[in-house]
């Protein structure tokens, strides 16, 4: 039998990154990655406090040679069991430049990096976002967004052509990159008898979440969240599980896709919004 520790890498020491660790670490081995040390420091002592084996590795998703430290530190300290994306960035307090960085391309070197690394029974799961739901893209778009080698795609024309846009658009369309590259990785995931799937937010109550209500979106955040009739943010806890259900043993079909988890908000600004 293999004595080797189970690991869990969580990129993001942030709301949703804690509550991942918490949910999927225990008895196991979690490596923690944020860009921030002194975050970083914080959440891998606050797991430890609470009986959990943690360590922390500063990284910054967007700096492929930082993720590939990442996922050779991952492989080289046990079975690696899952690998939960959650390291990003807001539309609302983040530039566009930023957004595309972090979001658009630290995401594709995860998904890169751990394929290299996966084996079999790895289970990979990017949080992208419900605000990929409402991008609306050309097929040759998305295909280019699914397919580009990442040193590429800060290139692609629909990259460039959102330089000089909202932040939200930038946003809404690294999201939707997110989708549709996990479902092009899925194949060489699995030739690794690996899987890689994407969740969707809507609005979970995490630090980010509490920084675009105080932002000028905020409003519209809340009344979309009351006129879809939730009614209330999901909790990290709930995004939490959903992950535990992608990462485990009751979804060993599942891969390549997306799970929304936005308390219907996406059905709502598609078929109920007023015109
Ligand atoms: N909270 C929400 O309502 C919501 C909704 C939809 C999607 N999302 C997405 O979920 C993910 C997690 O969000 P959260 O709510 O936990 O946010 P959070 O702000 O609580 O945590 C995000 C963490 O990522 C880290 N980070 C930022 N840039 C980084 C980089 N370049 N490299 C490594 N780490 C970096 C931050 O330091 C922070 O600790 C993000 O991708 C976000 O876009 C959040």
């Not at 860009?35 to 492929?64: C, H, I, M, N, W």
């Not at 979001?103 to 998904?111: E, F, N, Y």
């Not at 509490?210 to 009614?231: K, P, V």
Request: with cysteine; hydrophobic share 45%; glycine share 10%.
């Amino acid at each position: 039998m293999s004595t080797e520790p189970d690991v869990v890498v969580v990129t993001g020491a942030g709301g949703m990154g804690l509550a991942v660790a918490r949910r999927l670490g225990g008895g196991r081995t979690v490596l923690l990655a944020d860009a921030f040390p002194d975050t970083l420091d914080r959440a891998v002592d606050a797991l430890r406090a609470e009986g959990y084996t943690a360590k922390g590795q500063v990284t910054d998703v967007s700096d492929a040679p930082s993720v590939v430290k990442l996922a050779e530190a991952a492989a080289g300290a046990g079975r690696l069991t899952a690998v939960v994306h959650t390291a990003g960035v807001s539309a609302a307090t983040s530039t566009v430049r930023k957004i595309m960085e972090v979001d658009l391309l630290g995401t594709a070197h995860v998904i890169d990096a751990f394929e290299q690394v996966a084996t079999r029974g790895t289970a990979v799961v990017c949080v992208a976002s419900m605000a990929g739901h409402v991008a609306r893209l050309t097929e040759e778009q998305e295909q280019a967004l699914a397919t580009a080698p990442a040193a590429e795609l800060l290139d692609l024309d629909v990259v460039r052509d959102a330089r000089d846009g909202e932040p939200v658009m930038a946003y809404i369309l690294a999201k939707r990159a997110n989708h549709v590259r996990v479902q092009a990785a899925a194949l060489a995931y699995n030739r690794r008898g690996a899987r890689i799937n994407t969740v969707s937010p809507g609005v979970i109550a995490t630090p980010m979440a509490r920084a675009e209500q105080d932002s000028a979106s905020g409003d519209h955040m809340l009344a979309t969240l009351e006129a879809c009739g939730i009614g209330r943010p999901g909790t990290p806890g709930e995004l939490a599980e959903v992950v535990a259900f992608l990462t485990g043993p009751g979804s060993l079909y599942l891969t390549g896709t997306d799970v929304l988890l936005d308390g219907g908000q996406a059905g709502w600004l598609r078929w109920h919004r007023p015109r």
